[in-house]
């Protein structure tokens, strides 16, 4: 797991571009802390640093050339299948100077080209340059794991593993109005979209070409399948066969050349993880986080009868609010693009204190959007076959708005849930969708913003609901993962894990149990009872009892409580103060207060989520934007 960064210039102007390279480069220390490689070439600049996980010799060095010297590589990620691919190419001929999984990389482009990235198992996000062509190829994983931002002009193309990287070469910075929109809908921003015009995120599964003509095209070579339901496989076969998938997947992504281990939260899909990282390592470590002050939110109970049961070392890290108070600013400051979810400071902090004891981490994501894990499914699921409680909740619309609605009591929650379940039942299959992945649609979220950064994102919203059209649980799922998945949770692992240098590996989303989840059937994955049913059924033997049957409650964080305690002071002062807001001039004062209003009110409903999400906006706005 690295950082990589490079420019490609398209003429002289572009050429001067090249000066920024080690600078740009230096930004993404926190990703790659062992290492610094810069190559110059007269069209392309190429930046990487280096976070050794195999082969951690020289031979590993990036950026990497072959033998020729025509050929030129920087590559973020790890390719679980090189020692297969090794072996192709040396029967091909190929005769490798080390051990790394880069330098098959390299050979492979060389030797298969495109067509290299159909045979790669693993994550990453990689720049390959061909010398003599004078044209440069970028790509990213299947499934969006490695994130690649690029900004292309008339002069030339820059690309980095992060937006900072890519501020770093000076190019001009202005609001993108459709992706503002769109950040305080869903508190993330969908790719292709970023914060600044003219930065975009490369599409997860895709591959830019661009040559010294300035010719350039994206193309998709990795499209996630749509479901299709094979009914020759019974349920136990599936389940047999799903084991052995996810062991496979498990087994490959304990190779490493440093000390490895596991988050584990307490919950089926960690727990999951571990259980199958102890058989093929049994000295593995585990690790969790929970709030020793905050025992609505604290799951390290779980954690620690799983690790018992399975006879792994636990490390769990008991924190309270002052110790997230303490990492705030750090962690916000890290954050080159405005990101609101949440449970980012929480991995954050996990993701700092892990690192003090190994390098790579194993993590249980992916399943949910897998398996049907999220509550969100059952709401689907019992929109599409209602009862008598569901019935119920319908009837009962006009009243749940009404009823004190938070997510920090278990009453509280219940109304708020039930309040939108009854706003999106109502709703057509598309409009359902966006209803229940966002948190305030577009027309509240224009009265947020002065008229002048408002954008429109109808049409925007309607495209990444591509997926749905009768609404069926297996239509969500495809759609969570090519939007939710890459977008939101992939990139809060991405960013939180990386600003300390620790790689997260998540063996779920192998593609090769991605493409066997979408042949399942939805009554495989969920039912009016279950949820990721196949899932739970397939390891119950070998996982405690306590972790069936409980509650899912998600990574999450105390905000209200927060924000009306030791924030309070920051928000009212600093971050949504009225003259500042004023001065700004991009939210609309007046509904700023109305959302402080609430925020303290006796029925706050999601109002931390957008006061969050409007922090974190103002943080990054006044250390990227302030001094345009």
């Known amino acids: 797991m690295c950082g990589i960064t490079g420019v490609f210039a398209l003429n002289e102007i572009g050429r001067m571009q090249m000066i920024h390279l080690s600078n740009a480069t230096s930004t993404l220390a926190h990703r790659g802390p062992d290492d610094q490689g810069l190559f110059n070439d007269y069209r392309v600049a190429l930046g990487h640093r280096r976070l050794s996980v195999i082969d951690l010799t020289q031979t590993g060095h990036q950026p990497m050339s072959d033998k020729t010297g025509r050929y030129h590589i920087v590559f973020n990620g790890e390719i679980y299948n090189y020692p297969i691919l090794r072996k192709e190419l040396q029967n091909a001929g190929v005769e490798f100077n080390g051990d790394s999984d880069t330098e098959v990389l390299l050979y492979s482009m060389i030797h298969w080209g495109v067509e290299a990235l159909n045979k790669l198992n693993g994550f990453f996000a990689f720049a390959f340059y061909d010398s003599e062509k004078e044209s440069i190829f970028i790509a990213r ?64 599964g895709s591959y830019m070409t661009c040559d010294a003509e300035g010719n350039t095209t994206i193309e998709k070579y990795y499209q996630i399948p749509e479901s299709q339901i094979s009914k020759e496989t019974s349920y136990n076969k599936a389940k047999e066969e799903l084991v052995q998938l996810i062991e496979n997947s498990v087994k490959e992504r304990l190779i490493a050349d440093v000390p490895t281990g596991t988050f584990l939260s307490g919950g089926i899909d960690s727990s999951i993880i571990t259980a199958v990282a102890s058989k093929f390592k049994p000295d593995i470590k585990s690790f969790s986080i929970g709030f020793k002050d905050q025992a609505y939110y604290d799951e390290t109970n779980y954690a620690k009868a799983t690790a018992e049961h399975l006879g792994v070392e636990h490390h769990v890290f008991s924190l309270t609010l002052d110790d997230l108070y303490a990492e705030l600013d750090q962690m916000l400051n890290s954050l080159s693009e405005p990101f609101a979810d949440s449970s980012s400071l929480p991995v954050y902090l996990l993701s700092k204190l892990t690192k003090e004891h190994i390098t790579v981490a194993l993590s249980g994501d992916g399943a949910d959007e897998l398996f049907a894990g999220y509550n ?17 909740a319908l009837a009962g619309a006009g009243l749940w708005k009404y009823l004190p609605q938070s997510r920090n009591s278990a009453i509280g929650n219940t109304f708020r849930q039930l309040n939108r379940f009854a706003g999106g039942s109502k709703l057509n299959p598309k409009d359902r969708y966006w209803f229940w992945a966002t948190f305030m649609q577009e ?46 949770m992939l990139t809060k692992v991405d960013l939180m894990s990386m600003a300390h240098g620790l790689e997260v590996r998540v063996p779920f989303l192998d593609h090769r149990i991605i493409d066997f989840a979408q042949s399942l059937p939805e009554e495989y994955k969920i039912d009016g009872k279950m949820k990721k049913r196949i899932l739970q059924d397939a390891f119950k033997a070998i996982l405690p009892d306590q972790l069936y049957n409980r509650p899912k409650k998600g990574f999450e964080v105390p905000l209200l409580p927060w924000m009306r305690g030791k924030l309070k002071d920051k928000i009212n002062n600093q971050w949504l103060n009225r003259e500042f807001i004023q001065e700004q001039g991009i939210f609309d004062s007046h509904t700023i207060e109305k959302l402080k209003k609430k925020l303290y009110s006796s029925n706050p409903g999601d109002s931390h989520a957008t006061v969050w999400a409007m922090i974190v906006f103002q943080q990054w706005y006044k250390n990227y934007m302030a001094s345009e």
């Open 376 to 392: 969100k499914y059952q709401a689907f699921y019992r929109s599409l076959n209602p009862g008598i409680k569901e019935n119920i």
């Open 443 to 488: 027309k509240e979220a224009q009265n947020y913003l002065t008229p002048e950064y408002r954008g429109n994102t109808k049409h925007i919203a309607s495209e990444l609901c591509k997926y749905i059209d009768k609404g069926n649980i297996n239509e969500v799922l495809t759609n969570d993962l090519s939007l939710v998945l890459p977008y939101d």
């Open 141 to 204: 994983d299947r499934i969006g794991i490695k994130s690649l931002y690029y900004h292309l002009d008339d002069d030339k193309l820059l690309f980095a593993s992060e937006a900072v990287a890519i501020h770093s070469y000076g190019i001009e910075k202005e609001i993108n109005k459709d992706a503002l929109s769109l950040y305080l809908q869903l508190n993330y921003i969908p790719s292709p979209f970023t914060m600044i015009e003219g930065i975009s995120k490369l599409p997860a």
